[in-house]
């Protein structure tokens, strides 16, 4: 089992920043990547940005490219999501998951936070 705590979120206004934190604990030497996806209200669930826990490869969605950066801390077994620029449709539930493969596919993760709420007023 792999557990994810997530925090950092909050009410920030347009083109602010914001940094969310995964803190993983558990058995994630079994997971090689790590995931931010998001779920706007009545919305499904979105590809945000990955990364791989050993060589650093990334992988975000077209929508952050540029805004957003993922990164990690081997030592303390985080991993955080840096965004910049926020925009009002960035408001929505941000999860961390730890899976298998850098994709933007949820069924390749296999554990999820609770997630952690970003609003972005305009």
Known sequence: QVQLVESGGGLVQAGDSLRLSCAASGRTFSS?????????????????????????GTNYADSVKGRFTISRDNAKN?????????KPEDTAVYYCAAGRVLTGWPGSYDYWGQGTRVTVSS
Request: no cysteine; charged share 15%; net charge positive.
């Open 32 to 56: 090689a990547v790590m995931g931010w996806f998001r779920q706007a209200p009545g919305k499904e669930r979105e590809f945000v940005a990955a990364i791989a826990w050993s060589g650093g």
């Open 78 to 86: 985080t991993v955080y999501l840096q965004m910049s620029s926020l």
